[in-house]
């Protein structure tokens, strides 16, 4: 079973960077997508970003393009999202979630089968 971590979220004021961890359990797939979605007050869930691994390609929303970056910690375990130049349109709750063996398309939930519980991010203008 394949257990998510979020961590890192918090209060930020606009123009500056944040990074959101994600930690796995469990996570032994040969490939997999690491994806990050967000959840602002009232609106739905929307993708932000992901990574296939070991290929590592990325993929990115058009509002986080050149401003936000995903990343793999050194430990096998460990998987970033670098958010910087801030705005308080990013305010949301931010998950993690995995898709074993790049199961369907990178944007959609529905691909995603394990997710972690979110962290907060507010950003202040």
């Known amino acids: 079973q394949v257990q998510l971590v979020e961590s890192g979220g918090g209060l930020v004021q606009a123009g500056t960077s944040m990074r959101l961890s994600c930690t796995a359990s469990g996570r032994t797939f040969s490939s997999y997508r690491m994806g990050w ?4 007050p009232g609106q739905e869930r929307e993708f932000v970003a992901a990574f ?3 290929a590592f390609s990325t993929y990115y929303a058009d509002s986080v393009k050149g401003r936000f970056a995903v990343s793999r910690g050194d ?3 460990t ?3 670098q958010m ?3 705005k308080p349109e990013d ?3 931010y998950y993690c979630a995995c898709a074993p063996y790049y ?3 990178y944007d959609q939930e529905e691909a995603y089968a394990y997710w972690g519980q979110g962290t907060q991010v507010t ?3």
């Open 37 to 40: 979605f967000r959840q602002a």
């Open 52 to 54: 296939n691994w070991p």
């Open 75 to 77: 430990a096998t375990n």
């Open 79 to 81: 998987d970033f999202l």
């Open 84 to 86: 910087n130049s801030l």
């Open 91 to 93: 305010t949301a709750i």
């Open 103 to 105: 199961a369907g398309i």
């Open 123 to 125: 950003v202040s203008s």
